[in-house]
């Protein structure tokens, strides 16, 4: 979803500050809101070819009777535009009782927690379960930086190398989704808690040699950002507006966090999850990165809540295929208070993701053995030629000179292996070029591919 940074002078009312309960200066008038007969536009149309299909128009009393948060005034100067003076939505915190949800959205929701037990049982059988985290991780960044409208192809995130940056502009931005997962993954497995410094280090890794680099990367934003609107439109041309920035906003932030590392058995963990996703996304506590940080924030917290012990969950897929009701479902929790279809359709989402993730797990440990006894069959028995079928399990497209520095080899020896492996079916060249040649396990990309 595109969002933009406010430009020029912005100003809100006090932070906690119902619009409903004040008087908002519009048009040189000071008027109560509750009587004023304006209608402020969202754009909720849905999302196709890059335009928008449709827009209708929204009273700011269906944000301020909702229970779920508050309308405050925000108004400010455009370079381009000039004055301007318009409302956004400040969430509620987030409640310590489980929203009130269908018996149909609690079957969901069962269903989705059986199918993340199965996947994270086949993740504990693994001898080494890190192994698939690679490859996965490396789909969940392709299909999220998607949804936020980079796109690169799959095959070509596959084949790079975690050691070099890529030059390609699109590409650099979806392999900074990766490096910033693996810090996260990393600082949760060294015991340490979610903070605000830590999701700060995060999104400064997402952005960075990216055009969203500026002053304000790795930090809480301290701007205005609207959300769905074309560079160069106006402010109430927006689909929604995030909280102003400022104390009262840092501190909703700082509350969405320990919310989430706050124990609670009255709410489920796959509940809690979907519910600090919503909180998370429509504070949008910085200028880039708030919806790969938030999808990322769903895995961190099923795997913090003990739902999975190894964080091989890819969810971003399934939400790209059905970008328009995953913007549309999340805003209407904001509108309409409707915890119940967010609810179920993020489980059915998690659901479906976790056996999709699942089928793919045990494709690729099949593949594993299957490639190995071709090893054996072929009468290699060094243990560094097993290695390399690990190696492409996780690098699906590599290098001779990946081989030798990830195996701890000399070149002629990787070269050697690699051709081995070549020659008993289990490698393929992956291109023709005739220098930096590139090879591939064609039977493990094709599971990752399909």
């Given amino acids: 979803m595109r969002r933009h940074t406010v430009r020029g002078r912005s100003r809100s009312a006090p932070p906690g500050t119902p619009i409903a309960h004040r008087s908002v200066a519009f048009r040189g008038e000071n008027r109560p809101e509750k009587k004023h007969k304006w209608h402020f536009a969202f754009l909720v149309g849905l999302e196709r070819k890059q335009k928008w299909a449709y827009a209708f128009f929204v009273h700011p009393e269906k944000f301020a009777d909702n229970p779920t948060g508050f309308l405050v005034p925000i108004a400010g100067t455009d370079q381009r535009w000039g004055a301007w003076s318009h409302v956004a939505f400040v969430p509620d915190p987030l409640p310590s009782e489980t929203p009130e949800l269908s018996a149909a959205t609690f079957n969901v929701v069962a269903n989705a927690r059986a199918a993340l037990a199965a996947l994270d049982a086949s993740a504990r059988q693994l001898p080494n379960p890190a192994l698939l985290r690679q490859p996965t991780l490396r789909q969940e960044a392709q299909s999220t930086s998607a949804l936020e409208g980079t796109y690169a192809p799959l095959e070509e995130v596959l084949g790079v190398d975690a050691d070099e940056r890529p030059a390609d502009a699109a590409m650099r931005e979806v392999f900074n989704y990766v490096?910033?997962?693996?810090?996260?993954?990393?600082?949760?497995?060294?015991?340490?808690?979610?903070?605000?410094?830590?999701?700060?280090?995060?999104?400064?890794?997402?952005?960075?040699?990216?055009?969203?680099?500026?002053?304000?990367?790795?930090?809480?934003?301290?701007s205005q950002v609207v959300i769905g609107s074309h560079r160069g439109a106006q402010v109430r041309d927006a689909r929604f507006i995030p909280p102003p920035p400022g104390i009262d906003f840092e501190g909703r932030v700082r509350d969405c966090i320990d919310w989430v590392m706050q124990p609670n058995d009255a709410i489920d963990p796959l509940v809690r999850a979907g519910m600090a996703h919503y909180q998370f996304e429509t504070l949008h506590p910085f200028n880039d990165g708030n919806g790969r940080i938030g999808r990322l924030l769903i895995v961190l917290q099923l795997h913090l809540s003990g739902v999975l012990s190894e964080p091989t969950l890819t969810v971003s897929p399934w939400f790209e295929a059905r970008r328009a009701e995953y913007y549309d479902r999340l805003l209407a929790v904001s509108t309409n208070g409707d915890w119940d279809g967010w609810i179920r359709f993020f489980a059915t989402g998690v659901g479906a993701a976790a056996n999709a993730t699942g089928r793919q797990l045990t494709d690729l440990i099949r593949m594993q053995h299957e490639l190995k006894a071709r090893v054996r069959t072929a009468g290699l028995r060094a243990e560094n030629a097993v290695r390399l079928v690990d190696y492409a399990l996780a690098q699906p497209i590599f290098t001779v000179r990946n081989v030798s520095q990830h195996l701890a080899v000399t070149m002629p020896r990787a070269r050697t292996l690699v051709s081995q492996l070549v020659d008993a079916d289990v490698l393929r060249q992956y291109d023709d070029s005739t220098y930096g040649r590139r090879f591939s396990a064609p039977d493990i990309l094709a599971i990752l591919l399909r």
């Fill in 179 to 222: 490096i910033a997962a693996e810090h996260a993954f990393d600082w949760i497995e060294d015991g340490r808690p979610l903070t605000i410094g830590m999701l700060e280090s995060m999104q400064g890794i997402l952005v960075d040699g990216t055009s969203a680099d500026t002053r304000q990367a790795g930090r809480i934003r301290t």
